[in-house]
């Protein structure tokens, strides 16, 4: 369904507004996430044919945030960032609000994967202000942010995710490559 721009929408953002524009790679990575949801309920599929199954429910139920996100989730891996910030502008379009933070990470992601800074800071920020408890939100929010190359603002996230989640060795792990990387600099800098 074709939904007039809105602050709702978050058309205002470069990002959305521009979204036909968006120089944007796929993430092969989610590839597997995506043909793992329900896997218990149907034998292992190929892509296409989760993108399919996804379509002809979403045909059928159009005002579903959770199929729209999943629609998005099949776009993203298949690099088609404007089809994906469609389904995600549909997805917060109808979402509750105490879930919105699923649909805005992934509009976060798509806008750190096209290189938009501070669009996926905005949205990766409302991510958490909607959902403060939730790792994956700090997680990203404080892999844009090294991205950006402001690593003291990254560590503070990844240390936040810590806090969450103390076990949750992808942030150890970026901790670990940042404080190498400043030692690294500070030692070319050093006389």
């Given at each position: ?16 507004a ?37 379509a ?117 792990n ?18």
């Amino acid at each position: 369904a074709n939904l007039p721009a809105s602050m709702h929408t978050l058309d205002h953002l470069h990002g959305v507004a521009n979204r036909a524009s968006l120089h944007y790679m796929g993430e092969s990575q989610l590839k597997e996430v995506l043909q793992n949801l329900g896997k218990d309920r149907y034998p292992p599929q190929s892509l296409e044919q989760v993108g399919t199954r996804i379509a002809k429910v979403l045909e059928k139920n159009q005002t579903s945030w959770i199929l729209s996100s999943m629609a998005a989730l099949y776009w993203r891996v298949k690099g088609q960032g404007k089809k994906a910030i469609d389904c995600l502008r549909q997805a917060l379009h109808h979402t509750p609000y105490y879930m919105k933070d699923v649909p805005l990470i992934s509009l976060a992601n798509i806008f750190h994967n096209a290189k938009l800074w501070n669009d996926a800071i905005i949205v990766a920020t409302m991510a958490v202000e909607i959902a403060p408890h939730f790792v994956v939100n700090h997680f990203t929010l404080a892999n844009v942010y090294v991205a950006m190359e402001e690593f003291e603002k990254a560590m503070r996230w990844y240390e936040s995710t810590l806090k969450l989640q103390p076990e949750f060795a992808p942030a150890k792990n970026r901790i670990r490559a940042i404080q190498c990387h400043l030692l690294m600099k500070n030692e070319r800098h050093s006389p």
